[in-house]
């Protein structure tokens, strides 16, 4: 991690890939400014009185580098949390369990037989690897968000947190089939992987070019097959502003305590 005095002036990049994940999150943001840049807004501010940005990655890949990269240069933050969904992939990964993050591959990125399968050329590396301190601060408030919810509000009793890797991917996966293949292809190549999305693996890979630490949520929203397509949007609807606030207030408070 960078320095403490650094840490202390710099703020923390709320991450969020959809617009209904940020919404409760805007809820609460004290003093807002809207600075508009690289066609994205992004919003300056104080959450539990530490400063942040929220911003929204966008879809996919590329959109969430081009953020991830103008929160680094132009906004100088020195830490960055991802909240958003995904689809889970991992046995016993359900509708209504949060994934987060220890390390990330992209699914979808294959120079072999020159590079072997999913490595990123020149990194020399397929995993690309969280911040361990701040993912255990995510891990410990996503375990208090999940257990408070589930007592206020029913429908995702016996919901767990996980802790493992990530595949993104420039692909909304909405198939069984497809859905086991790329499970048994990843498990081939030595990847049990947990949960699929389509941003985490660029956010961690300008991360580390940058040397910024960083951490990373996902609710599951689908489980990546065949109805994929209408569980996900009722559940972003209906849960997922609700959950990234719950984690997100409570991994604040926990981060100022230390
Ligand atoms: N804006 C559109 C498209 C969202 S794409 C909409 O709102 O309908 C799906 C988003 O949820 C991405 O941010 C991705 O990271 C995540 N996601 C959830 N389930 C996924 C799945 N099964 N496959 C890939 N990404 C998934």
Redesign the pocket.
Known sequence: MPPTSDLASSPIAILS??PQEQHGLMELLQRPRKVTHARRDFWLGELHGQPVVLALSK?GKVAAATTTTALIERFGVRRIVFT????GLGHGVKVGDVVVATDFLQHDLDVSPLFPRYEVPLYGKTRFHCDAALSALLFEASCAALAHENRVAHGFEGACVHQGLIASGD????GADESNLLRDLMASAGHEVLA????GAAVAQVCMDYGVPFAVMRTV??R?DDS?HVD??AF?DAVASRYARAIIERFLNLLSKK
Do not use: K, T, W
């Not at 692909?171 to 909405?174: A, E, K, L, N, Y």
């Not at 699929?196 to 941003?199: A, D, I, K, P, W």
């Open positions: 890939a959809l879809i958003g969904v995904a689809g692909r909304f996966v909405s699929v999305e389509m941003e929203s689908d990546a994929a996900f949007p972003v």
